[in-house]
């Protein structure tokens, strides 16, 4: 069973050792855990469904007024959802889910749902982090569109290297059907287990190994849009030179122009060897120096992944096995990786003789810059460990601290600047509250032309909701600022939700955002699916 307040299986369950408790309360001070609510509290306090018996009897589609079924299809990943749900502090919620167990059925249920004046946001994995879930308040009922159901591989062609799916497939599902005839997509961002390709989409989401199989922009060919008040079907093809390429108005649409009901994907055969391999390097300047030279050659590595300082102390401390990592840590002092060292994770995936080519390539790239290589083993449990991470924040929670992270990217003269104002933002905004803030950031997506920019930020979450919910909103606003300040986009991977809607106009421009806004109104004239995400919440006229 899935978490309902926090992340993952109920029956998986990280855990910090004394070691890493004592480095962050030397960091932060001691944590408190504060009061977490029970599901029955939380449940207790929804406010009850506002569509009538009339309304449920005559949907096209069952519709769940069930309150947890309501809870956990309104709620998503963020630091604030999880806030309101641990203290109880529930808020809005929509007033019913429904679960379509066929494509077909989306279209009547969308024209019903317009005709009831009601807003529908579709739900995917409900992995965002960015509020996209949160139903915007108003007098209109709101409706989640569970894509849950909807997971079956169409077709697949093979000589095309296509596979068409239905949209609500999870990362997990989607890679066994492929698996299972000798393919694969290759689409592993950290909330693979959870993630649908529908969700992918409409969030521009972007794996681990992008680098190799590319962004889900690269992978996405085409499909089916189930709009407001019509159907938008994008035919694959290998290229266009046929005008503006309806794709990219589908990616990043957040669930504004329409539902994504099924999706071609360009897929790949499953390689025939990946290496994952750990390389230390002395400083942060030599690290970075030593990713841009890797991206700038092209050698056409999956994976690229460099923490700062701050980062790979954390990443050690937190591992455990305080033994080994002693050991290693004096080895990597005699090799020159001393204080101030930072741990670049390297993925080579294709075929063998591939591997060792590129493998051979790097290697100069790397010792120019004072490289040290510890071989596989680390990468081989970051590897068998890649989803398991995640479970820490759980772990932090319960140790009292909250966890947030903030994403970006930029040209390369303005990584390093990013990096420091983000932490330092970030560091001001607790220090605000009169309390610290751990900070850390890595690349994980490195590009010739520059870097996404991904910081963490560790704090006390302290007793109250109040509290907490202040801290946390201090965090966003400055980090966000520090972004747009510093040139970056306000979203690199996670999308913009209804946290970075304020800082949209930064990067788009008025003109930009005039062009959005038409476009949405072009596909939803009756603002049926008006959820607030991307663009404002606009009360429009009913049809
Ligand atoms: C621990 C953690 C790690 C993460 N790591 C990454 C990462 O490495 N890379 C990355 O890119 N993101 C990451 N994310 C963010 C998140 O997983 C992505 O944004 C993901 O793409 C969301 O997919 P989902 O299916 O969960 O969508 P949901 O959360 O269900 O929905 C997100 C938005 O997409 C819309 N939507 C969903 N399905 C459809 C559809 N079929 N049609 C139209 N609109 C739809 C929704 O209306 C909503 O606006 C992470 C999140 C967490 C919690």
Not at 90 to 97: E, F, H, T
Request: charged share 20%.
């Amino acid at each position: 069973m899935r978490r309902w307040n926090g992340w993952g299986e109920e029956s998986i369950h990280a855990t910090i050792d004394e070691g890493a408790r004592g480095f962050l309360e030397e960091a932060l001070g001691s944590g408190t855990l504060p009061q977490d609510a029970s599901l029955a509290a939380a449940l207790a306090r929804l406010p009850a469904s506002r569509l009538s018996a009339a309304q449920l009897h005559g949907a096209p589609v069952p519709l769940s007024i069930e309150a947890e079924d309501r809870l956990r299809a309104s709620f998503g990943q963020s630091l604030g959802d999880w806030l309101r749900l641990r203290f109880g502090q529930i808020g809005p919620v929509c007033d019913a889910v429904a679960s379509p167990d066929a494509v077909e059925q989306v279209r009547p249920l969308l024209d019903w749902a317009r005709q009831q004046g009601l807003v529908v946001i579709p739900v995917g994995g409900a992995t965002s982090v960015v509020g996209h879930l949160t139903p915007p308040a108003g007098e209109r009922p709101v409706l989640m569109l569970s894509m849950q159901r909807l997971r079956r591989l169409l077709s697949l062609d093979a000589s095309s290297q296509l596979a068409r799916f239905e949209a609500g497939v999870l990362g997990p599902d989607l890679e066994a059907q492929l698996r299972a005839e000798g393919w694969m997509l290759g689409h592993y961002p950290q909330s693979f287990e959870y993630a649908s390709l529908g969700g992918w989409i409409a969030t521009r989401s972007s794996g681990q190994q992008s680098a190799r199989y590319g962004r889900i922009e690269a992978l996405f060919a085409g499909g089916r849009v189930e709009l407001p008040t019509s159907t938008l079907d994008i035919p694959t093809l290998p290229a266009t030179a046929a005008g503006p390429d309806l794709r990219e108005w589908v990616l990043g649409s957040e669930g504004r122009l329409g539902v994504i009901t099924e999706a071609s994907v360009r897929i790949s055969r499953v390689p025939e060897r990946e290496d994952f391999v750990a390389w230390f390097l002395p400083s942060w300047e030599r690290g970075q120096a030593a990713v841009q030279a890797l991206a700038q050659a092209r050698l056409g590595l999956s994976m690229m992944r460099l923490a700062n300082a701050t980062e790979t102390l954390t990443t050690l401390k937190l591992a455990g096995h305080a033994g080994a990592i002693a050991w290693l840590e004096r080895y990597l002092a005699l090799r020159g990786c001393a204080e101030g060292k930072v741990l670049l994770m390297l993925g080579f995936t294709g075929g063998a003789a591939q591997v060792r080519a590129m493998q051979a390539l790097a290697k100069p790239l790397l010792r120019a810059q004072g490289g040290v290589s510890t071989g596989t083993l680390l990468g081989r449990k970051w590897a068998a460990k890649r989803f398991r991470g995640v479970y820490l924040r759980n772990a932090l929670w319960e140790a009292g601290y909250a966890v947030d992270t903030m994403e970006t990217a930029c040209d390369w003269p303005r990584v390093t600047p990013m990096m420091q104002a983000m932490e330092h933002a970030g560091r001001s905004a607790l220090a605000g509250h009169g309390e610290r803030c751990h900070a850390y950031t890595h690349l994980s997506h490195v590009y010739p032309q520059g870097s996404s920019v991904y910081s963490t930020f560790v704090f006390r979450i302290g007793p109250d909701f109040d509290g907490a919910w202040a801290r946390w909103q201090s965090l966003k606003a400055a980090v966000s600022e520090a972004i747009v300040r510093e040139g970056g986009t306000i979203s690199h991977q996670h999308g913009v939700g209804k946290d970075h809607a304020p800082y949209l106009g930064a990067e788009k421009g008025a003109t930009g955002l005039r062009l959005i806004d038409g476009l949405i109104r072009e596909a939803d004239p009756g603002g049926l699916l008006d959820s607030g995400n991307l663009r404002p919440s606009t009360a429009r006229a009913q049809p």
